[in-house]
T-cell receptor, first 111, second 111 residues
Framework: GQQVMQIPQYQHVQEGEDFTTYCNSSTTLSNIQWYKQRPGGHPVFLIQLVKSGEVKKQKRLTFQFGEAKKNSSLHITATQTTDVGTYFCAGPGQSNYQLIWGAGTKLIIKP | EADIYQTPRYLVIGTGKKITLECSQTMGHDKMYWYQQDPGMELHLIHYSYGVNSTEKGDLSSESTVSRIRTEHFPLTLESARPSHTSQYLC??????????FGPGTRLTVT
């Protein structure tokens, strides 16, 4: 069945270092969404990418959608403690009402 | 912030008990979802609904049932709780091709 693979599972960074998470889909996606879940919280929508090769920025966060619309990435520049959490990507399933979720990448700031 | 509510927020019950987790949203969204998630880990879709009187099982049915008698209400029932049901349960809703809005979650512990 359709799968969305997300790597890495964890990333430990020093505060101020950059962070990147990658998503790869087994099928072409019409769009991809990114969510952030703070520790103890619930997923919160960050952004949706729709166009092939699309790049969107939100302050220190840069989101990319691949040319083939099968992969995506989220890059955070100069991480801060407020960035801590798990970042999920998700793409529409066969019904388009469901989302197929990546396993998430946990951003951990080293003490 | 989206208007989607879950009760109770925390629940500790004994094995074999029947429980109902409540979820309500005031946004008039047709699509609603239940996910099971261990803290910070992958989201597993348990049930979803496209609208009133429409319910479907997800990848992880987890011996639970749902009902959708009113647009705003989507309760989840565990007929006989087991320790393996210990987890966080997240309710979400959306309209059409837009993002999912999540409730705060119910943390369930079965002893």
């Amino acid at each position: 069945g359709q799968q969305v693979m997300q790597i890495p599972q964890y990333q430990h960074v020093q505060e101020g270092e950059d962070f990147t998470t990658y998503c790869n889909s087994s099928t072409t996606l019409s769009n991809i969404q990114w969510y952030k879940q703070r520790p103890g919280g619930h997923p919160v929508f960050l952004i949706q990418l729709v166009k092939s090769g699309e790049v969107k920025k939100q302050k220190r966060l840069t989101f990319q959608f691949g040319e083939a619309k099968k992969n995506s990435s989220l890059h955070i520049t100069a991480t801060q403690t407020t960035d801590v959490g798990t970042y999920f990507c998700a793409g529409p399933g066969q019904s388009n009402y469901q989302l197929i979720w990546g396993a998430g990448t946990k951003l951990i700031i080293k003490p | 912030e989206a208007d989607i509510y879950q009760t109770p927020r925390y629940l500790v019950i004994g094995t074999g008990k029947k429980i109902t987790l409540e979820c309500s949203q005031t946004m008039g969204h047709d699509k609603m979802y239940w996910y099971q998630q261990d803290p910070g880990m992958e989201l597993h879709l348990i049930h979803y609904s496209y609208g009133v009187n429409s319910t479907e099982k997800g990848d992880l049915s987890s011996e639970s049932t749902v009902s959708r008698i009113r647009t705003e209400h989507f309760p989840l029932t565990l007929e006989s709780a087991r320790p393996s049901h210990t987890s966080q349960y997240l309710c979400a809703s959306k309209r059409e091709s837009y993002e999912q809005y999540f409730g705060p979650g119910t943390r369930l512990t079965v002893t």
